[in-house]
C-alpha cells in the first residue's frame, strides 16, 4: 500500500474526518484488518487565518511548501491538502517538489460530471464563495456556478468561521444551511457543492428534495471529504 501524506489541521476537525474515512475505506476495501498508511502534518489554524486575512500569499506559500518538504522527507508517495480554500496550493508543492498531489478539485469533478451537474451552487468559506479565482476553477472545467445571495451568503459564511472550525455543529445552522440549499436549488443548481470541508460534518442530507414537487429530480449534496478520500483509496491501492 502507497503512503499518503496530509496537510491538515485546516481545521483539524476536518481532518479527523479526513482520516476515519481514510481507514474506514481501506478496510471496506482490504479487510477489516488493514488500516491506512499515513502521514499526517498539522498546521496552526489561527497562524491561516491571520495569513488569509491579510492577503499574505508568500507566507501561505512558505508554509505549505515547508509542509510538503516534510512529508515528502518522510516517505509519502502523494499528498492531499485537507481544505477546499487552500487545496489551490497542491500544484504548487507538486511543481516544486515533484510529490504527487492527489487533487480535491480532480476528485470533485470527476464526481459532479458522474452526476451529469452542469450548474453548481457552491457554499464554502467566504474567499471560497467570492474570490473569483474558486469560480473560475469550476467554470474552466465545464461548470456554471451559483453563489448564494444574501442573507445566505453571510449567514453561512458565519457559521462557518464562528462554528464549524471550533467544533460546533448546532440543528439550528445545519437548517440555515438546508435553507441555502433550498435557495440555490430554485435558482437552478442540480448539485450543490458543500465547498468547505466542515460543512459536510454538519449537513448530513445527501439530496435536497422539492417539497413542493414530490416528482422532480432530486439535488445532490456533494460532500468533499467523502468525494476526496474515495479518490485517496483509489491511487493508494490500486
Not at 458565519?158 to 436549488?185: N, Q, T
Request: with cysteine; charged share 25%.
Amino acid at each position: 500500500m502507497k503512503i499518503l501524506g496530509i496537510i491538515g489541521g485546516v481545521s483539524w476537525h476536518s481532518s479527523a474526518e479526513y482520516y476515519r474515512l481514510l481507514n474506514l475505506r481501506i478496510a471496506e476495501r482490504l479487510g477489516v484488518r488493514h488500516s491506512a498508511r499515513i502521514v499526517m502534518s498539522s498546521l496552526d489554524f489561527a497562524d491561516l487565518l491571520d495569513w488569509q486575512r491579510d492577503a499574505d500569499e508568500s507566507r501561505l506559500k512558505h508554509a505549505f511548501l515547508a509542509e510538503g518538504q516534510r512529508l515528502k522527507s518522510a516517505g509519502c508517495d502523494a499528498f492531499v491538502i485537507a481544505s477546499h480554500t487552500l487545496s489551490w496550493l497542491g500544484d504548487l508543492i507538486e511543481a516544486e517538489l515533484g510529490l504527487q498531489h492527489i487533487s480535491l478539485y480532480d476528485a470533485l469533478f470527476n464526481r459532479l460530471r458522474s452526476l451529469g451537474a452542469q450548474q453548481i451552487g457552491l457554499l464554502g468559506t467566504k474567499y471560497t464563495m467570492s474570490d473569483p479565482l474558486y469560480r473560475q476553477r469550476y467554470e474552466s472545467s465545464g461548470f456554471a456556478v451559483l453563489i448564494p445571495d444574501e442573507p445566505h451568503f453571510t449567514a453561512t459564511a458565519r457559521i462557518v468561521y464562528k462554528e464549524l472550525v471550533a467544533g460546533v455543529f448546532r440543528p439550528e445552522s445545519e437548517e440555515v444551511f438546508m435553507r441555502c440549499i433550498d435557495h440555490l436549488a430554485q435558482r437552478g443548481a442540480d448539485a450543490v457543492v458543500l465547498g468547505c470541508t466542515e460543512i459536510g460534518l454538519l449537513v448530513h442530507a445527501r439530496q435536497w428534495r422539492d417539497p413542493a414537487n414530490a416528482t422532480a429530480k432530486p439535488v445532490a449534496l456533494v460532500d468533499l471529504i467523502d468525494t476526496h478520500v474515495s479518490e485517496c483509496v483509489r491511487r493508494l491501492v490500486d
